[in-house]
């Protein structure tokens, strides 16, 4: 961005202050193509469908596919550090992720919140994809990573209930293996569950 060049709103304080081309030591030219691409992204996407999407009860797959092919899923799924094997899936902004930093996670949710409460899309995949990354197995990494980075499928958390809220030593939903082993039957209710 040029020094002196007024990015967004002219409102005072209505954007970052390095928008406008204040300097900043935490902020580079990677951080300026980010916000461009997922501001252009997030109003091209996002803005005019929220509602349409309410009524619906859901954001369509389709919707969930894009954000993979355009490089959002990554690093909405990793944060402030994209670990270097995932480096092979696209990153919106064309950033690598050697040199994706929390000042990018920072500025990809500013931008993506422009678009309203339906960002909360994610949530599922920002607590869902870490602890399989950190604890699960290898074959499950393999096997789930990919399936959620690509967007075929979605990775959620559903602990509140009903009689228990968020208080996991209480929950009382049960997975047991379906007769022929291959699935998981669940059992109970969930009052929130993010996808």
């Known amino acids: ?15 970052p202050a390095w928008y406008s081309g204040r300097p900043s030591p935490y902020y580079n030219q990677s951080h300026f193509r980010l916000r461009d691409a997922v501001r252009k992204w997030t109003e091209e996407n996002v803005v005019d469908k929220t509602d349409e999407w309410r009524e619906a009860g859901k954001v369509p797959d389709e919707v969930y596919l894009k954000c993979a092919h355009d490089g959002l899923l990554l690093p909405i799924a990793f944060g402030k550090s994209i670990p270097e094997e995932f480096a092979h899936y696209p990153i919106i902004g064309g950033i690598k992720a050697s040199e994706w930093n929390g000042f990018h996670d920072l500025v990809l949710w500013d931008e993506l919140y ?11 995949l920002t607590v869902g994809a870490p602890p399989i990354r950190q604890f699960a197995s290898p074959w499950l990494q393999k096997k789930i990573l990919p399936e959620i980075l690509s967007g075929e499928k979605r990775i959620c958390l559903a602990v509140t209930e009903p009689s228990c809220g968020s208080d ?7 997975a047991e293996k379906s007769a022929c082993g291959k699935y998981y ?3 109970g209710e969930k009052k929130i569950s993010f996808f």
């Open 185 to 187: 039957i669940v059992n």
């Open 168 to 174: 996991v030593r209480n929950l009382t939903t049960t």
């Open 114 to 124: 422009r678009g309203g409460a339906i960002s909360s899309i994610f949530v599922g």
């Open 1 to 15: 961005m040029d020094p002196g060049k007024q990015f967004g709103s002219a409102l005072p304080w209505a954007e």
